[in-house]
C-alpha cells in the first residue's frame, strides 16, 4: 500500500493520471499470469515467476488536454507520467527494502484475459515485486559516466 500510494501521488501532464495498478498478489492467479505472459518469445522473463508479486500497470486514457498538447509536441506524455508513477513505486519498494524489476517484454494480451482487462486497453509496464536475492546482487550497474550524460550550460 506505502508503494501504491507512492505512484498515486505522482504528478502527471494536466494531472491526467493515466495509470491504474492492478496488483497480483494471489498466488495461484500470479503463476498462472507468469505461466502466460512469460512463454515462448518472453520466456527471457520466466524468473519473474519467483517474485511474489507482479504489479500490471494499465495506461488509462490521458485528458483530453494531456493527448493534444502531446500530439501537438510530438511526444506522449502518458508514458513520461506511467514512467514517473512506476518509479515512484520502485523507489518506495527500495526505501522498504524490497526488490523491483521493470518487465516491458511480455505477451499483453495474455496479460489483459487474465486480468479482466478488456483487449482495447494499453500495458506498456509490469513490475515484478519481491525480495533481492542479496548474494546475486552485483555493485557495477554498467552506467555511462557523468560528462556523456549531462553538460552544463551547452550540449
Ligand atoms: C522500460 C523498461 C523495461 C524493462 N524491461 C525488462 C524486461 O523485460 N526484462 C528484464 O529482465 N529487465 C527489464 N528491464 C530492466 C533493465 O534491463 C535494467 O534496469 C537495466 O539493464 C539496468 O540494470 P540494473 O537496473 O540492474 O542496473 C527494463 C527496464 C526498463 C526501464
Request: hydrophobic share 45%; aromatic share 10%.
Amino acid at each position: 500500500m506505502m508503494c501504491l500510494e507512492a505512484a498515486r501521488l505522482a504528478p502527471s501532464a494536466c494531472n491526467s493520471q493515466p495509470w491504474k495498478f492492478v496488483v497480483v498478489d494471489d498466488r495461484q492467479l500470479k503463476n498462472r499470469l507468469c505461466r502466460a505472459a512469460f512463454s515462448g518469445i518472453y520466456s527471457v522473463n520466466s524468473f519473474c515467476k519467483m517474485a511474489p508479486v507482479i504489479v500490471v500497470i494499465v495506461s488509462e486514457k490521458p485528458k483530453f488536454l494531456a493527448k493534444i498538447g502531446g500530439m501537438f509536441r510530438g511526444t506522449k506524455y502518458y508514458l513520461i507520467d506511467i514512467g514517473i508513477a512506476s518509479e515512484h513505486f520502485v523507489l518506495q519498494a527500495e526505501e522498504l527494502g524490497l526488490g523491483t524489476c521493470w518487465i516491458g517484454w511480455f505477451n499483453e494480451r495474455a496479460v489483459k484475459s487474465i486480468l479482466n482487462i478488456p483487449q482495447g486497453k494499453k500495458i506498456d509496464i509490469l513490475i515484478a515485486l519481491g525480495y533481492y536475492d542479496r548474494e546475486k546482487l552485483g555493485s557495477e550497474h554498467g552506467r555511462e559516466p557523468m560528462d556523456k550524460i549531462a553538460s552544463f550550460n551547452s550540449y
